[in-house]
């Protein structure tokens, strides 16, 4: 499942070498912290975050597979 969301964040991030993707599993739910440089916070999650809002509704369909909860989280890098 992270693949698919650093798919999905590598299609609209600039700089997709400086993305840190942080994964942490506990029980059925798993948190995804995906951190960004400020260039890309923007594009990643799009106007009004929408497309952090459809990245979160993808994950968690294909998640229902898994029998999984996703849980994620978009943070600015500290420069």
Same mark, same amino acid.
């Given at each position: 499942?992270? /693949?698919? %969301? #650093?798919? %999905?964040?590598?299609?609209? +991030?600039?700089?997709?070498?400086?993305?840190?993707?942080?994964?942490?599993?506990?029980?059925?739910?798993? *948190?995804?912290?995906?951190?960004?440089? /400020? *260039? *890309?916070? &923007?594009?990643? %999650? &799009?106007?009004? &975050?929408?497309? +952090? @809002?459809?990245?979160?509704? %993808?994950?968690?369909?294909? +998640?229902? #597979?898994?029998? @999984?909860?996703?849980?994620? /989280?978009? @943070?600015?890098? +500290? /420069?």
């Amino acid at each position: 499942m992270t /693949e698919l %969301i #650093k798919y %999905i964040v590598n299609q609209f +991030a600039e700089n997709p070498e400086s993305i840190e993707y942080i994964v942490e599993e506990n029980g059925n739910t798993v *948190d995804v912290t995906i951190v960004l440089t /400020e *260039d *890309d916070m &923007g594009k990643v %999650i &799009g106007r009004q &975050g929408k497309i +952090a @809002k459809a990245l979160r509704t %993808i994950v968690g369909a294909a +998640a229902k #597979k898994n029998g @999984k909860r996703y849980n994620i /989280e978009i @943070k600015s890098k +500290a /420069e």
